[in-house]
Each structure stands twice: as structure tokens, then as C-alpha cells.
């Protein structure tokens, strides 16, 4: 009689925890998809920045052709000025980099890749012309 008066009386429990593995369950799923979801946005953002690469290789490649075309210009100079505007902000990294630009505004010392000042906030000339 015991026996089964105990087994009544864990029954409910067993009830809640089962609910409890439901909920956790249905939480798991919707985590997943969360998951999935952010992945998915992740690989068409990589394959949006892969085709602006492609597409400014390409436009690099086309105007230094241009540029090498029309002048007495090589590939050695090229490399040789690729080198000395990476070396600008001081660090051989393959990277444009930022630069410590002077406000004419203000006098105070900003960022080149800011669009303005941050002390006064008038905007800033970009140190290179496809600096963004
Ligand atoms: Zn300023």
C-alpha cells in the first residue's frame, strides 16, 4: 500500500519534469534556428564583401594597366610605392591603416579615418583618397 501511495505521489513530479524537458526542448529548438539563422545572414554578408574584392582587384588591376600603359612605370615601382604608403602609420602590415591627422579647425590631433574631428567635430580631409 505504501508502495503505491509513494508512486502516487511522484507521479505529479514526474508530470512537471517532463513538461520542464518539453520546454527546454522546444527552447533548444528555437536556439538552433536563432543559430542558423545568424549563420546563413553571416555567409551572404562573406559573399557580399568577396564580390566587392573581386570587383576592386579587378578595378586596381585595370587602372594600373592603364597607368603602366600610358607611361614608363613598372611593376617595381608599383611595389616599391605599394610598400612606402603601407609603412605610413608605421606598420608593414599589407594595410592602409589610420593615420594621426591635424584638425584645421581646432589644431588638436584626430583620426584619418574619421569624417570629423573629435574634439570639435568639423570634418576631417582623408589622408588617402580611398582611405573609408
Ligand atoms: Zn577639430
Known amino acids: ?10 507521479l505529479p513530479m514526474t508530470e512537471s519534469l517532463w513538461f ?11 536556439q538552433t534556428e536563432r543559430i542558423s539563422t545568424r549563420a546563413q545572414a ?3 554578408e562573406f559573399l557580399k564583401l568577396r564580390r566587392q574584392v573581386d570587383r576592386l582587384t579587378l578595378t586596381c588591376q585595370s587602372m594600373w594597366e592603364l597607368l603602366r600603359d600610358g607611361s614608363d612605370l613598372t ?3 608599383l611595389m616599391r610605392k605599394v610598400a612606402e ?6 606598420s608593414p602590415d599589407g594595410r592602409l591603416g589610420s593615420t594621426v ?4 579647425s581646432c589644431g ?7 569624417d570629423n574631428c ?12 580611398f582611405e573609408g
Open 1 to 10: 500500500m505504501g508502495g503505491l501511495l509513494g508512486v502516487l505521489q511522484i
Open 20 to 30: 520542464r524537458n518539453e520546454d527546454l526542448a522546444d527552447a533548444s529548438t528555437k
Open 42 to 44: 553571416s555567409d551572404s
Open 75 to 77: 611593376e617595381d615601382h
Open 85 to 90: 604608403v603601407d609603412l605610413r602609420d608605421g
Open 101 to 104: 591627422i591635424h584638425c584645421e
Open 108 to 114: 588638436k590631433n584626430t583620426n584619418s579615418r574619421r
Open 118 to 129: 573629435v574634439w570639435c567635430g568639423a570634418p576631417v580631409e582623408r589622408a588617402h583618397i
